[in-house]
């Protein structure tokens, strides 16, 4: 590491549990195994602690319409007692638009911390997840899109003209896509199981207008695992973000790519997705002075998400452990060639 006692901020907020379905793939239950892990880790003391805010409707109106941002408000004047569908998989309470600004506001917050050099890097715990939140729906658990906020708050209210935006949650963050295909400024990556839920992030869809070619979609059948991921990274997703030169990395972080969550049938191993996270660690350090910011997005085995989560803790804080209690997936990955020579391709890298 270039700095052997990097600084970081830690954003999140006891009200994130509030917003709540027991019995739903995504639950409170999420983010309270991941606190206690890292309490039971000791790496709270190690780490800033910074209280977010709600996000305010000039961020949010960058990337939701506002006609979403009303019907969240109706939302919020209903009878707190009930739950409501917005979508087949996405439910909400009148409760729910508020715990979202809030995610939104933790997203934003960890940009304020690392451009007023509060800290270098940053893990962000908040819920609803953000990655398939679209302008103008909610979508696939979640009801603002954390991530695109944060990147364009970067961009509008920071002047920058660079964000790297990383997705290696195990479905496609289309809402992020959709809200910056067509931006210059945010090279997005994702590495997703597909044919899969949405059914978005094929090959060909690479940005239009100002932003084409700064999206990078990097589709993999199911069974893919760490050295899969591993070559992804080094052939495409590391020169092409060299040839970007970010100011600041993003990066959506599920951990439902594991070989053991219930969800998905990827072949990720915990020791796989730290050796991602250190990858783009390294990667910031080399191209923009530290400035990293991890979201969580999925990851529903509890105790693989609550494991991931405090390995990311070690890794920003410049720590060589990694816990991996579940050990490498039963199978090794398939071929990935075709796929590594058709990305090399279309988006002009060197061929491996």
Same mark, same amino acid.
């Given at each position: ?118 800290? /270098?890097?940053? !893990? @962000?715990? &908040?819920?609803?997840?953000? =990655?398939?939140?679209? +302008?103008?729906?909610? #979508?696939?658990?979640? %009801? ?102 970010? /100011?600041?990395? !993003? @990066?959506? &972080?599920?951990?439902?790519? =594991?070989?053991?969550? +219930?969800?998905?049938? #990827?072949?990720?191993? %915990? ?82």
């Amino acid at each position: 590491m270039s700095d052997p006692s990097p600084r970081v901020a830690y954003l999140t907020h006891p009200r994130f549990v509030e917003h709540d379905h027991p019995g739903h793939a995504e639950n409170a239950h999420r983010i309270r195994a991941c606190w206690r892990e890292l309490a039971e880790g000791g790496l709270l003391p190690r780490m800033i602690a910074i209280t977010p805010e709600p996000a305010q409707d000039g961020d949010l109106l960058r990337t939701h319409e506002e006609s979403y941002l009303q019907q969240l408000d109706l939302l919020a004047q209903q009878d707190p007692t009930r739950r409501f569908l917005l979508d087949a998989d996405t439910y909400a309470s009148a409760v729910s638009p508020t715990i979202a600004r809030l995610a939104a506001g933790a997203a934003i917050g960890a940009v304020e911390a690392l451009q007023h050099d509060r800290a /270098q890097r940053a !893990l @962000v715990l &908040a819920r609803p997840p953000g =990655h398939h939140a679209r +302008p103008m729906t909610a #979508m696939g658990f979640c %009801l603002l899109g954390n991530v695109a906020i944060a990147a364009l708050h970067a961009v509008a209210e920071w002047g920058l003209e660079r964000v790297l935006v990383v997705d290696y949650d195990v479905h496609h963050g289309n809402g992020t896509q959709e809200m910056l295909y067509e931006n210059a400024n945010a090279l997005f990556f994702s590495v997703h199981q597909s044919p899969f839920y949405p059914g978005t992030g094929l090959l060909h869809e690479i940005g239009a207008g100002r932003g084409r070619g700064t999206t990078i979609n990097a589709p993999l059948p199911p069974g893919h695992g760490d050295d899969s991921y591993r070559r992804l990274m080094d052939t495409v997703l590391l020169p092409a973000a060299r040839r970007f030169e970010p /100011q600041l990395v !993003l @990066v959506s &972080a599920g951990f439902d790519a =594991h070989w053991q969550d +219930p969800l998905a049938r #990827m072949n990720l191993s %915990l020791r796989g997705y730290d050796e991602m996270a250190r990858s783009l660690i390294h990667l910031a350090d080399e191209c923009c002075q530290g400035r990293i910011i991890f979201f969580l997005e999925g990851g529903y085995d509890t105790r693989v998400l609550a494991s991931g989560v405090r390995n990311l803790a070690h890794a920003l804080l410049g720590d060589e452990e990694c816990h991996d209690p579940f050990g490498p997936p039963p199978q090794a990955s398939p071929a990935i060639d075709s796929l590594l020579r058709s990305l090399c391709q279309i988006h002009e890298l060197p061929a491996s």
